[in-house]
């Protein structure tokens, strides 16, 4: 099983962009399929993008189609979301998971074993 830590979070005032990077430790990440999930205060937690674990494939919510890109660097087994054209609903705690190979959308929180700690994305109007 691997371990995730996410880092690449904080304040950005709306129209402004930040990348968020997953690191992930232990096992081969390769072999790992990535996604991106954030929770808001009051609400449940939302998927956000996904990648396939061949990096091939991605998935995204309708509501950053366009704005945001997920990606993976596996020789430093790292998966990063660039969020561009941020709005202040994009206000939450961004969390990566993991989970071996799996088939995309893989858009549910449930599909996924392995989960990194969040990091606090604020966008102000």
């Known amino acids: 099983q691997v371990q995730l830590v996410e880092s690449g979070g904080g304040l950005v005032q709306a129209g402004g962009s930040l990348r968020l990077s997953c690191a992930a430790s232990?096992?081969?990440?390769?072999?790992?399929?990535a996604g991106w999930f954030r929770q808001a205060p009051g609400k449940e937690r939302e998927f956000v993008a996904a990648?396939?674990?061949?990096?091939?494939?991605?998935s995204y919510v309708d509501s950053v189609k366009g704005r945001f890109t997920i990606s993976r660097d596996n020789a430093k087994n790292t998966v990063y979301l660039q969020m561009n054209s941020l709005k202040p609903e994009d206000t939450a705690v961004y969390y990566c998971?993991?989970?071996?190979?799996?088939?995309?959308?893989?858009?549910?929180?449930?599909?996924?074993?392995?989960w990194g700690q969040g990091t606090q994305v604020t966008v102000s109007s």
């Open positions: 998971a993991a989970r071996p190979y799996g088939t995309l959308p893989l858009d549910r929180a449930t599909m996924y074993d392995t």
């Open positions: 232990g096992r081969t990440f390769s072999s790992y399929a």
């Open positions: 990648l396939s674990w061949s990096g091939g494939r991605t």
